[in-house]
């Protein structure tokens, strides 16, 4: 008995230790890895693609919270940029800071810190690079939102605390702002 379950692990050991032959086969494909070059004559990086065009948006080089806070935001708070934000506020924050931003969400209510008021007058004058680096590390108790919401997006979740939360309004399209 002892020596079948010996069997048996060791038989088992390739596949959690994913060491079968097959077991890389996804990844050692015949698409270029990152940084790998396709010229064998002359090694190194291969160029981007001829035609390809940058995506605007923020560099992914900004690696912590000091380094945000000095980045404006590129992207104009318009109608796109806000519907966007308002979609993804309600998805990854509103558990936390509530559907109005105030930190009266039912997730927040449970924790031991409780998720602070986007709307009062501290995270009003904080930076968007302040706010932008906050989703990008986390905080204290706040995860990080980093692998959720890319880099531009959450750009356009700052428009959409700024344009609507922060101005006590309550919806984005139907309801525009008083003059
Ligand atoms: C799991 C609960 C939770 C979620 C979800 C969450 N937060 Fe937070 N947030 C917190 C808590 C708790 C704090 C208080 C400080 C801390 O934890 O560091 C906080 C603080 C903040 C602050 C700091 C405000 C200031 O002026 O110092 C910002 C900005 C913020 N959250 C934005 C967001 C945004 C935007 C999202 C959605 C992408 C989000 N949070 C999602 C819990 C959460």
New binding site residues.
């Given amino acids: 008995m002892m020596r079948l379950s010996i069997a048996i692990v060791l038989l088992l050991a390739p596949a959690f230790a994913h060491a079968w032959p097959w077991s890389d086969d996804m990844a050692n494909q015949i698409s270029i890895k990152p940084q790998e070059s396709v010229d064998l004559k002359n090694p190194g990086m291969t160029p981007y693609p001829k035609r390809s065009i940058p995506i605007p948006g923020t560099s992914s080089m900004i690696r912590d919270m000091e380094a945000s806070e000095k980045q404006t935001n590129p992207i104009p708070a318009d109608d796109k940029s806000v519907a966007l934000g308002k979609n993804?506020?309600e998805i990854?924050?509103a558990?936390?800071?509530g559907v109005s931003g105030k930190g009266d969400?039912y997730?927040?209510a449970k924790?031991l810190?409780?998720?602070?008021d986007?709307t009062?007058e501290?995270?009003i004058e904080?930076s968007d690079g302040?706010?932008w680096g906050?989703?990008t590390f986390?905080?204290?108790?706040?995860?990080s939102?980093a692998n959720?919401?890319s880099a531009t997006e959450?750009w356009s979740?700052?428009n959409y605390?700024r344009k609507v939360l922060q101005n006590g309004q309550s919806a984005v399209a139907d309801e525009p702002a008083a003059k």
Avoid at 113 to 116: K, S
């Fill in positions: 993804l506020f990854y924050c558990a936390c800071h969400g997730v927040g924790l810190l409780q998720p602070f986007l009062a501290q995270t904080r302040f706010i906050y989703m986390g905080g204290a108790i706040m995860p939102y959720d919401l959450r979740v700052i605390v």
